[in-house]
Nanobody, 127 residues
Framework: QGALVESGGGSVQTGGSLRLSCAASGNSATMYSMGWFRQAPGKEREGVAVIDREDNTNYADSVTGRFTISKDNAKNTLYLRMNSLKPEDTAMYYC?????????????????????WGQGTQVTVSS
C-alpha cells in the first residue's frame, strides 16, 4: 500500500510562480522514480518532469528552463518549482511514483498501469 498527496496548486497570473509538493507514504516512497504529470481539459495526460533515485531528471520540452523537479528524501516529499507560468500550463497536476526509468516519462500509460498516483492539484494561469 502507498499514497501520494499533492499540495501547492492555485491561481496565478502569467509570469507567476508556484511550488507543488507531493508527500509519499508507504510503498510509494520506495519507488525508483517519481514525477509530475498534468492533464488539461480535453487533452491527454502528459509527462512534465520525472526524477529517479540517483537524481537524474527528465523534463518535457515545454517546461525546460522554467520548471525544476526536486525531492527531499528525508521527508519523502517531491517538489515541482514552476516559474514563468503561462496560460498553457493550466491543468490538473498529478504526482506519480513507479519502478520505471525516467526515459519512460512520455509513456504515460505504463505509469498509470504500474505506478502510484495522487488525486491531483489544480494549477490555473490567467493572462
Amino acid at each position: 500500500q502507498g499514497a501520494l498527496v499533492e499540495s501547492g496548486g492555485g491561481s496565478v497570473q502569467t509570469g507567476g510562480s508556484l511550488r507543488l509538493s507531493c508527500a509519499a507514504s508507504g510503498n510509494s516512497a520506495t519507488m525508483y522514480s517519481m514525477g509530475w504529470f498534468r492533464q488539461a481539459p480535453g487533452k491527454e495526460r502528459e509527462g512534465v518532469a520525472v526524477i529517479d533515485r540517483e537524481d537524474n531528471t527528465n523534463y518535457a520540452d515545454s517546461v525546460t528552463g522554467r520548471f525544476t523537479i526536486s525531492k527531499d528524501n528525508a521527508k519523502n516529499t517531491l517538489y515541482l518549482r514552476m516559474n514563468s507560468l503561462k496560460p498553457e500550463d493550466t491543468a490538473m497536476y498529478y504526482c506519480a511514483a513507479a519502478d520505471l526509468d525516467i526515459v519512460t516519462m512520455d509513456r504515460v500509460r505504463i505509469w498509470v498501469d504500474s505506478g502510484y498516483w495522487g488525486q491531483g492539484t489544480q494549477v490555473t494561469v490567467s493572462s
